[in-house]
């Protein structure tokens, strides 16, 4: 058993999810705490996907939708992008999944927030310059 699948089976234990909002909120009520991590979520209700849940920053909770870290995105590739895989060190998109997340009754409260981060500048060439940056919400 590889350690990615024993992360997602101790994580078994939670219901259905639309979102790391909606898991946090769960795990509140349950008094378990989620720590930062893949998990698996279903933004249509039906369709599971991967994500990265950060359950600790700026008061946890937030969906990871974009991370980016070469200037290789296409109007292909921006919509879904390694969605089966994760990572914060690497690309990746489930932007194709966010008015889902967005739009649920279970994510929606009073207010909606999103978090951007840039963390350093890339050298790719003359031309283009890179961020290396997550979108969160």
């Not at 999810?17 to 349950?30: A, F, H, P, T, W």
């Not at 992008?81 to 997340?101: G, M, Q, T, V, W």
Request: one cysteine or more; proline letters at 3%; a neutral charge.
């Amino acid at each position: 058993m590889n350690a990615l699948f024993r992360c997602f089976v101790s994580h078994l234990l939670y219901a259905v999810v639309m979102s790391c909002r909606q898991l946090q909120k769960i795990g509140v009520e349950k008094n378990n705490h989620y720590p930062d991590g893949v998990y698996k979520i279903y933004p249509t209700g039906s369709q599971p996907i991967m994500t990265y849940c950060d359950m600790s920053r700026d008061g946890g909770g937030w969906t990871l939708l974009v991370s980016s870290h070469t200037n290789s995105w296409t109007a292909q590739n921006v919509q879904l992008r390694n969605a089966d895989s994760p990572k914060l060190n690497e690309d990746y998109s489930i932007l194709h999944y966010a008015d889902n997340i967005k739009d649920n009754i279970n994510v929606a409260g009073s207010k909606f927030e999103y978090r951007l981060e840039a963390q350093s500048r890339g050298n790719v060439n003359a031309d283009n310059t890179v961020f290396t940056a997550a979108f969160w919400f």
